[in-house]
């Protein structure tokens, strides 16, 4: 194991999913494996015990479900990254994990080598959504003009403008090439759109709009 390993816990009320996921993950060399619970609450005593980096979390379990301690979790360590895996791409689950904390969503037909990816990646300070979870996300978000309106005391009309093209899931290089701009500035940009409206990331931005209010 190499030195620094990134520790997970890993939470499932399923043990052939949990034993699965600990032999995948535990064959790389970056990542130990601290822990496995079967329930929400039996997660929240394993983070105080292990204090992993990374915990992957089930949604629906028993006596505690995945929300839940997500949102118990985080309010007491909340350095604490938090992955979703899933077999459910309801509305309801995917906000309410969101809302909770919770910086990745993903679904547990997700290929291995993108799961273990997704661990290092959250581990940076970004929040990832597979492809099918993000499109769900922005095409419920309301159309550019109440944008506009909703954050028009915010922003200036040229970050309202590149937050209209992130809520469309545009990324730095595509806004650059709608708008004409650097990838440069387009960072620059959205760097402050995140800092005026509240979010911590391009994610949550995205959730924000789609729920109508900054925090």
Not at 135 to 155: C, D, E, T, V
């Amino acid at each position: 194991m190499m030195e620094g390993a990134v520790k997970v816990l890993i939470v499932d009320d399923q043990s052939l999913i949990r034993q699965g996921l600990s032999v995948l993950l535990a064959s790389e060399g970056d990542i130990q494996i601290v822990g496995e619970a079967g329930t929400g609450l039996e997660a929240c005593r394993m983070a105080e015990q292990y204090n992993p980096d990374v915990i992957l979390m089930d949604i629906r379990m028993p006596v505690m479900d995945g929300v839940t301690a997500t949102a118990q979790i985080l309010k007491s360590q909340p350095h604490i990254k938090i992955i979703v895996l899933t077999t459910f791409d309801d509305d309801e689950y995917l906000l309410g994990s969101l809302r909770a904390g919770a910086c990745g969503y993903l679904l547990k037909d997700t290929p291995f080598e993108e799961l273990a990816e997704a661990i290092r990646v959250v581990l940076t300070g970004k929040s990832l959504l597979s492809n099918e979870m993000m499109s769900k996300l922005l095409n419920s978000a309301p159309p550019p003009a109440a944008q506009n309106q909703r954050f028009a005391s915010l922003l200036s009309e040229r970050e309202l403008e590149v937050l209209n093209l992130i809520g469309r899931g545009k990324t730095n290089q595509e806004i650059a090439s709608d708008l004409c701009l650097t990838e440069g500035t387009v960072k620059n940009h959205v760097t402050k759109i995140l800092a005026a409206i509240g979010a911590k990331s391009r994610l949550q931005a995205a959730l924000l709009l789609q729920e109508g209010e900054a925090s």
